[in-house]
């Protein structure tokens, strides 16, 4: 068997492909190419599917290209394609589907759809060693669209947002702030001069025995607090707003994951989605699981938002989450 993976990932608002090696033990990025959208959509102040699916069927065939060019391979050398099925837009995934189907009854190869939570999962995997995999798994998935503790041995998902998610925090409170969208990464980088301390925004949910989440609450909060304080004061303090929501949430999603592991009585620990991108939250975790005895498996930077390294990832590692 060809052991050249295409990942090709289109189930949002990135066109995504990537070359994978599978050398049997050791999985190698060959290119990870991606088309992002985010300029399209800013001025909606969200992601409008009609424009993602168009965008999609535009860019699908030059990022491909790329992807080829920088692995420095032809199409043909492609040996099995993997690509997202679920979850995420219907015309934005039906591009990628379609199109990874039709390529591979062309080049006469077979194609798998995988899931998007699964390749999230699996981009943490690219980075460690391959005897993780006979280990028993916990994984929180942070993204725009998700937050989810996940048994993933098990495919058990043992917590998730009863509103709404992790990412969705980031932005919607970043809108709120006129920061634009998404905010998460501008958030990110504002928090870095600010003070964690210097508003204590809620933490809901916080029981040590519940593993779901809740953070509608703190987008209202944020409002309330804008509106308290008035916009003058909300320019001259952003950095301290930024850095004390910020740790708002990545107090709540430590705190649970690790809870979560230990309840379980599970050792590693991954942590990967968008908001894995987050550095508080990647500090606040190995504080927590290092505290604890636990082992955190983090995506490299480049890998924590949405890519077609993960995808192939997905379907190359035998582990898979809860579909
Ligand atoms: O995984 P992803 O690329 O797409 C989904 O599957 O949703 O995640 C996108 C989310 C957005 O909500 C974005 O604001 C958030 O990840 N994000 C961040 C950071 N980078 C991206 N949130 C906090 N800090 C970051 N540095
Ligand atoms: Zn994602």
Same mark, same amino acid.
């Given at each position: 068997?060809?052991?050249?993976?295409?990942?090709?990932?289109?189930?949002?608002?990135?066109?995504?492909?990537?070359?994978?090696?599978?050398?049997?033990?050791?999985?190698?990025?060959?290119?990870?190419?991606?088309?992002?959208?985010?300029?399209?959509?800013?001025?909606?102040?969200?992601?409008?599917?009609?424009?993602?699916?168009?965008?999609?069927?535009?860019?699908?065939?030059?990022?491909?290209?790329?992807?080829?060019?920088?692995?420095?391979?032809?199409?043909?050398?492609?040996?099995?394609?993997?690509?997202?099925?679920?979850?995420?837009?219907?015309?934005?995934?039906?591009?990628?589907?379609?199109? /990874?189907? *039709?390529? #591979?009854? @062309?080049?006469?190869? &077979?194609?798998? +759809?995988?899931?998007?939570?699964? !390749?999230?999962?699996? =981009?943490?995997?690219?980075?460690?060693?391959?005897?993780?995999?006979?280990?028993?798994?916990?994984?929180?998935?942070?993204?725009?669209?998700?937050?989810?503790?996940?048994?993933?041995?098990?495919?058990?998902?043992?917590?998730?947002?009863?509103?709404? /998610?992790? *990412?969705? #925090?980031? @932005?919607?409170?970043? &809108?709120?702030? +006129?920061?634009?969208?998404?905010? !998460?990464?501008?958030? =990110?980088?504002?928090?870095?001069?600010?003070?964690?301390?210097?508003?204590?925004?809620?933490?809901?949910?916080?029981?040590?025995?519940?593993?779901?989440?809740?953070?509608?609450?703190?987008?209202?909060?944020?409002?309330?607090?804008?509106?308290?304080?008035?916009?003058?004061?909300?320019?001259?303090?952003?950095?301290?707003?930024?850095?004390?929501?910020?740790?708002?949430?990545?107090?709540?999603?430590?705190?649970?994951?690790?809870?979560?592991?230990?309840?379980?009585?599970?050792?590693?620990?991954?942590?990967?989605?968008?908001?894995?991108?987050?550095?508080?939250?990647?500090?606040?975790?190995?504080?927590?699981?290092?505290?604890?005895?636990?082992?955190?498996?983090?995506?490299?930077?480049?890998?924590?938002?949405?890519?077609?390294?993960?995808?192939?990832?997905?379907?190359?590692?035998?582990?898979?989450?809860?579909?």
């Amino acid at each position: 068997m060809n052991n050249i993976w295409l990942g090709i990932e289109t189930s949002c608002d990135d066109t995504a492909c990537a070359v994978l090696r599978d050398n049997g033990g050791f999985v190698e990025i060959l290119s990870n190419c991606l088309y992002s959208q985010i300029d399209e959509h800013k001025a909606w102040g969200g992601v409008v599917p009609e424009l993602a699916s168009r965008a999609h069927l535009e860019k699908i065939v030059p990022v491909l290209r790329q992807a080829l060019e920088e692995a420095k391979i032809n199409v043909e050398d492609i040996g099995q394609i993997a690509y997202t099925q679920s979850p995420g837009l219907m015309g934005s995934l039906l591009v990628g589907i379609n199109f /990874a189907r *039709g390529l #591979a009854k @062309d080049l006469g190869i &077979k194609c798998y +759809g995988v899931n998007h939570l699964d !390749g999230h999962i699996c =981009s943490a995997l690219l980075n460690s060693q391959l005897s993780t995999l006979n280990s028993q798994l916990m994984a929180l998935i942070v993204s725009g669209g998700h937050t989810e503790l996940v048994l993933v041995n098990e495919k058990v998902i043992v917590g998730k947002t009863r509103d709404d /998610a992790a *990412g969705e #925090a980031f @932005d919607k409170s970043g &809108k709120i702030l +006129g920061l634009g969208y998404p905010a !998460g990464a501008a958030i =990110s980088k504002l928090a870095k001069n600010g003070d964690k301390n210097f508003h204590e925004f809620p933490r809901a949910l916080s029981d040590a025995n519940s593993f779901d989440f809740s953070f509608s609450g703190l987008k209202t909060a944020v409002l309330r607090y804008v509106q308290a304080k008035g916009e003058e004061f909300v320019k001259e303090h952003m950095a301290d707003i930024c850095a004390s929501l910020q740790e708002a949430i990545a107090d709540v999603l430590s705190l649970k994951a690790v809870n979560a592991a230990k309840k379980h009585g599970i050792e590693n620990l991954i942590l990967c989605g968008g908001v894995s991108a987050n550095y508080r939250v990647r500090e606040l975790m190995a504080e927590r699981a290092a505290k604890n005895g636990l082992n955190l498996i983090c995506p490299s930077p480049e890998l924590c938002t949405d890519n077609g390294a993960m995808i192939a990832a997905a379907a190359i590692f035998p582990v898979k989450a809860k579909a």
